[in-house]
């Protein structure tokens, strides 16, 4: 990795080395994906009165996907490898692969953050969770959950239910605070990465079934 520096006190210090650098918020954030936590990163299209900033009319996911001419920034890349990227697509939005690090598992906001309060009384290890503008939490956990959730639900007897709860995995991408998702306003964390948290999501299998609990007694 490019930082060999952990922890809360690793944020601070990459944020204050951006401010003397005179570096854009969203080149601090993405050199904490890919310094701190592992994470790739690529810059994203935004989104303003219903239009994508890619240029096709025709968009199916305005101000939500990756740029398709943006070359990826690999985990590991320091703060003036991002700053020297980043320039090239300034006003982007940050990106991140599911699949490589993380696959996540998505909610409607309201079930998941009563989940995280679950999940946290429980003492269960937790991922970083982001909330999006159009009311989605996404829990990060360990890679390979997306393919393994139909057989999850199976074992835990979830698979007949109708229930508001989605994986996402390799060839996904989720918009990264703080970035404006959609057109729709920014992505915030519920819960923010951690060292720990975010190098070592937890396996799918102990979150599941407190979010499909929650997600089945929770109001459409």
């Not at 601070?12 to 969203?26: E, I, M, N």
């Not at 599911?98 to 679950?118: H, K, P, W, Y």
């Not at 951690?194 to 079934?209: C, E, M, N, V």
């Amino acid at each position: 990795m490019g930082f060999t520096i952990g922890g809360t006190r690793g944020t601070d210090k990459l944020r204050t080395a951006a401010r003397r650098r005179g570096r854009p918020s969203d080149c601090t954030a993405v050199a904490e994906y890919t310094g701190l936590w592992g994470w790739d990163a690529v810059p994203g299209a935004r989104a303003l009165d219903g239009a994508c900033s890619c240029g096709a009319t025709d968009c199916a996911a305005p101000g939500a996907h990756p740029l398709g001419f943006a070359p990826e920034i690999p985990a590991g890349a320091t703060l003036d490898e991002v700053a020297d990227a980043w320039a090239e697509f300034p006003g982007a939005a940050v990106l991140l692969p599911v699949g490589r690090a993380f696959d996540v598992i998505e909610v409607a906001e309201t079930a998941g953050r009563r989940a995280l309060v679950r999940l946290e009384r429980m003492g269960l290890p937790l991922g970083p969770v982001a909330g999006t503008p159009d009311g989605r939490a996404q829990f990060f956990v360990a890679p390979g959950a997306a393919a393994e959730l139909p057989r999850l639900l199976y074992r835990m007897g979830w698979d007949d239910a109708d229930l508001d709860l989605h994986g996402l995995g390799p060839g996904d991408h989720i918009t990264a605070p703080p970035s404006d998702h959609g057109g729709l306003g920014p992505v915030r964390w519920l819960r923010p990465p951690a060292l720990d948290s975010a190098t070592d999501p937890p396996q799918a299998r102990l979150l599941l079934g407190t979010l499909a609990y929650v997600a089945h007694r929770s109001p459409a």
